[in-house]
């Protein structure tokens, strides 16, 4: 009883916010009620991307002059350990833009807001936000965010390179039904030219982000890295072992992958295939040396496996001094409108965006085609949100300094996986 009380006296004299006080449809605001206030929001990258968001915070800005947008932009390498320390010391900013990886320790731990008004709100028209992009927010009876990027991770392919060799692209062994990983390790073998400092292929654009760049091979041989109850490390297995013998194989035997720790870009000519999340189709298009195209990774042993989508979406965090503003920049940037602004970008997780003429009609590359077939169908039938947990941060850098050691080749894949079931099994059994 008393603890209900003292939360009641709090929400009431809105001091501070608990994880028990949680916005209320009765605080939406209206452009002309806006009082002259200054939220603050989080995101992750570089100066160009801060030049996008800089963009859409202005025009949410027109709409309410009473309210001004401050970004803070973080690394990405320092965000969720940064935010998360901003969090416990009560500096944090208003809105929040969180990855997979991170959405599950901020809810675990209370820190945001449930925004499960949006759900009713007619002008929102929640109903047309992609289902399975929800999921990630939806425990405990709440809604915890709303996501703004989705979208498998595009395989980008030098069109003009494939052209000089008489190969057959991606996109048209799609259509053949024959793209499958097999034909790509071929590819990438016939398209590699050492004397040229040419690679066939890189899968990693971080060379510390396991979880991007293998999962999709991963599930494409049947393995997966937990269960789907997140309790146990199932990667240990004999499809596990022959996923990661494959990327072994295009590293050591075929020397057609960049190697570890090598940066060779896409933008060189020097890549005949790359792999890297939605957002780099906006850096693609910059490019003038040579024809590209997307298309989506390849089928392997496990024919009706899943593609991996990474995820981003915005969030508020509980103890906001301008909740009801923050709320309002949220609902504002995941409406049909401000996706639609965000389509450089971003691949949108509303189905009108997406299949909007606005989304397939962009300026090409990649051609719709190549929209079509790597982003617009996945998301309809095969789309499935990376590994998260809660305690992700301990489990990815344990996990990453194993992943180390394939890309070294110093020990056995086998080897390898044991050791991985022996140091992140015990994370996924502990509950705190």
Known sequence: MVKKIACFLICLSSVLWTSGCTYSPDQKLNPAEAKSVKIRMSIRGDDDRKTQYEKMARQFMSLYPGIKVELISIPVRDYQNKLSIMVASKTAPDVVTLTERMIPQFIHNEDLVDLSEFRTDPDYDFQDILPSMLEIYEQRGGLYGIPFSVGPRPLFFNKSLFKEKGLKTPLELLQEGRWTYEEMAKLAKQLSDSSKGIYGIRLFPDWKNWANSLIDLIWAYGADVFDRENKRFVLNSPEGIQALEYYSRLVFKDKSHV?????????????????????????????????????????????????????????????????????LFVKYMTSKQGMTDQLDWFIPPRKSVLESDIFLSQAAPPSPEGLRQTIIEPIKTRLRVIPNHYRWQEIDTKMQSLFDLVQTGERSIPDILAQMEIEVGPLLKSEE
Request: proline content about 10%; cysteine-free; glycine content about 8%.
């Open 259 to 327: 190697k570890p720790g090598e940066m060779i870009s896409f933008e060189s000519g020097k890549l005949a295939m790359y792999r890297d999340n939605p957002a780099y189709m906006a850096t693609a298009r910059n490019i003038k040396n040579f024809d590209w195209d997307i298309a989506p990774m390849p089928s392997g042993p496990k024919a009706d496996a899943p593609l991996a989508t990474g995820l981003a979406g915005y969030s508020v965090i509980k103890d906001s001094p301008h909740m009801k503003e923050a709320v």
